[in-house]
């Protein structure tokens, strides 16, 4: 299915919000890299699927009342075998949701040079706005982010990533490896162009990406479109 009519069967059935596994599989369309992730509805079938990605792998529950995933207990990381698979199977069934219950298996990313995260929201005035930060207490506490208005250019990329001042996490800080900025000015050009082309979106949030030396993942995504207008 392509991204348009995939808004638009979401809109259709009077659904604004993408589910982490919706969000990154429209990630994935548009070419960024995200870990390989299938949905599995029993116990059976969650083993199944972990043995053919092969471990470790992530176990998430998805439920549409269940938003921020890690603070109700429905990540479980680094699953190194089938008994570990079915043990985190059962904790997260017993995790309260009032909605349809589902369980995202997906590869377990390595360990990255630091979390990032990318967004986008939509301005009243300007229309979208494209985010950029470095995850964790930098973003929480120290609110060290970099905004631009969509469409971006590539200078404007590279630019919004150098101004933030946890950059010189990025580039090589206290031995560590360089972050491979190309593969972030990519992601934000990308995404510039998805909200440009479809309006409907409303929201992005890309939290957290993993970067590399080379490369990057996005583990979680959670994608917003607008209410459509009411037609008379
Ligand atoms: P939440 O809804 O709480 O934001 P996330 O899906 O972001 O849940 O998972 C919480 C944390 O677990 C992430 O910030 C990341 O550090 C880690 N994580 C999530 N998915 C993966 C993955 N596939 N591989 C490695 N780490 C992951
Ligand atoms: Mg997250």
Partial sequence: MNISELIKKK??????????????????????????????????????????????????LMAEDIVHKSDSGAVKLNIKNEEETTKAYDELMKIPSQNEKSISVQKMASE???????????DAQFGPALMFGIGGILVELLEDVSFRI????????????????????????????KADIDA?????????????????????????VFIYEKGLICVDARIILKKPEKKD
């Fill in 11 to 60: 809109l259709e059935s009077n659904q604004t919000v993408l589910t982490e596994f919706e969000s990154k599989n429209l990630l994935k369309e548009i070419g960024i890299p995200i870990p390989e992730q299938e949905l599995a509805i029993s116990k059976e079938e969650t083993v199944s699927i972990a043995k053919r990605i092969g471990f470790p792998v992530v176990l998430k």
């Fill in 112 to 122: 990255p040079i630091t979390e990032l995260i990318i967004g986008m929201t939509t």
């Fill in 150 to 177: 969509a469409p971006i250019t590539e200078y404007d990329a590279r630019e919004q990533i150098h101004e933030i001042k946890g950059f010189p996490i990025l580039d090589g800080y206290r031995g560590k490896p």
């Fill in 184 to 208: 972030i000015v990519n992601v934000l050009l990308k995404i510039s162009d998805l909200v440009t082309e479809h309006e409907e979106i409303n929201e992005m949030d890309l939290n957290p």
